[in-house]
């Protein structure tokens, strides 16, 4: 009978401190993160300011992160980020695969997609710089909690 009252007593005692491992672990990263879309890390993620300038004409595969500025308010089908040099990334969702929610403005997002620089046309009389627009179209994204 002492014999099978110390085994259960073993057996409850480590299942007490096999708990409190897991629950006394630090956060993971990952879990301060809601997904949308294909599933994606924030792990080497450019910030907007950096990104901004590897965007170019033909598309390049860019993670991108940053604070959002502004959201489709209609259903949330875009985001954008405005840079410290205040030049505005908007992300599209591929193929309108998913949404983020209409209130989301304010909160960090990294986005993992194709990033395109395009020129715009300008009115060559003001003889201004030359302006380009600035867009990412995502196939996942990350939204903090």
Request: one cysteine or more; glycine letters at 6%.
């Amino acid at each position: 009978m002492k014999s099978l009252f110390n085994s259960t007593a073993k057996y409850l005692l480590t299942l007490f401190i096999l708990s409190l491992g897991i629950t006394f672990q630090p956060a993971d990263a990952q879990n301060s993160w809601q997904q949308y879309g294909e599933e994606i890390t924030a792990t080497n993620a450019l910030d907007a300011n950096e990104a901004i300038s590897q965007f170019s004409k033909d598309g390049k595969k860019l993670k991108v992160q940053g604070t959002i500025t502004a959201v489709c308010s209609m259903k949330g089908c875009w985001a954008s980020f405005v840079t410290d040099n205040e030049k505005t990334i908007k992300v599209k969702f591929r193929n309108h695969n998913f949404l983020i929610p209409t209130e989301s403005a304010g909160l960090r997002m990294t986005a993992k997609g194709v990033a395109f620089k395009d020129k715009v046309d300008t009115d060559a009389e003001t003889g201004s710089e030359e302006a380009y627009e600035y867009r990412l179209v995502a196939d996942g994204v990350l939204l903090e909690k």
